[in-house]
């Protein structure tokens, strides 16, 4: 089976002991590319010597995380702009950019401001945008909905209703939904969502290593390898060969991310 990892941290320092080993593993288990949001201005060198270590194999993206907002935003914003705007750079999407409102609300406002601007990027660059969201769905839709026929991107980690992927999916005809090993958990109500509200050509599949390892693997780090166990578990989902469902994902992530 083949695989495109379409989101995953591989540069933190859980890897930092073994990532020859996760690479070795992941080009082992099928994965022929492995796609790199980058989370704040830290892990932007880290992530980028990963890509230069595995050219055509590991490919970067920029943006700034929710949860990773400085007390002034608005110049790191800059410096990553101009990243993006660099003649033959690197960068393969917008993200991981969102809004998290689980532990912590009292920047909603702020959190919007600096999604919708990184938004107004993917349009500028052309490129996909990779989103993250954490009960912050009204917010979410609210925020993209004056640009929703030009931009394309991923849902990052779905794990919403029916109602809310079936919301998502017909506004945002650009956009599909990222899905990870929270599929495989036990009392997951995501292979019920999927199969009576999400066509499978609207799904890519990811790890968000090192967090949300599939079972039989749950509460360990996760790592790219194990997107072969999500796979699996779609084509139960779908009832479709595992074969099948793994070339539909690979050809929906190609055109999604033009690569
Ligand atoms: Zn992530």
């Not at 074969?243 to 690979?250: I, R, S």
């Amino acid at each position: 089976m083949q695989f495109i990892d379409t989101h995953t941290h591989i540069y933190t320092e859980e890897f930092d002991d073994d990532r020859l080993m996760v690479m070795e593993r992941a080009l082992q288990a099928g994965a022929r590319m492995l796609l790199l949001p980058n989370i704040d201005e830290a892990s932007i060198g880290p992530m980028l010597q990963i890509c230069q270590n595995y050219p055509g194999v590991c490919f970067p993206m920029m943006g700034l995380h929710p949860t990773e907002l400085p007390s002034d935003p608005w110049p790191l914003l800059d410096r990553m702009e101009q990243l993006l705007a660099a003649p033959n750079n690197p960068y393969v999407a917008v993200g991981e950019v969102g809004i998290d409102l689980y532990w912590d609300d009292s920047r909603r406002n702020e959190q919007i401001a600096v999604f919708k601007h990184q938004a107004q990027w993917a349009m500028r660059y052309h490129l996909p945008l990779m989103v993250h969201s954490r009960a912050a769905h009204r917010d979410l839709v609210d925020t993209l909905l004056p640009m929703k026929d030009e931009l394309t991107g991923v849902f990052h980690c779905f794990g919403g209703t029916a109602e809310e992927a079936r919301e998502l999916l017909d506004t945002f005809p650009g956009f599909v939904l990222g899905i990870g090993g929270v599929l495989t958990f036990k009392k997951s109500k995501l292979p019920a969502v999927l199969r009576s509200s999400v066509p499978l050509n609207r799904i890519v599949v990811e790890t968000d290593a090192p967090y949300l390892a599939p079972t039989p693997h749950r509460g360990q780090r996760n790592e790219p390898a194990f997107v072969p166990l999500v796979i699996d578990k779609l084509a139960e989902v779908y009832e479709l060969p595992v074969d099948n469902v793994a070339q539909t994902l690979m050809d929906t992530t190609k055109a999604m991310f033009n690569i």
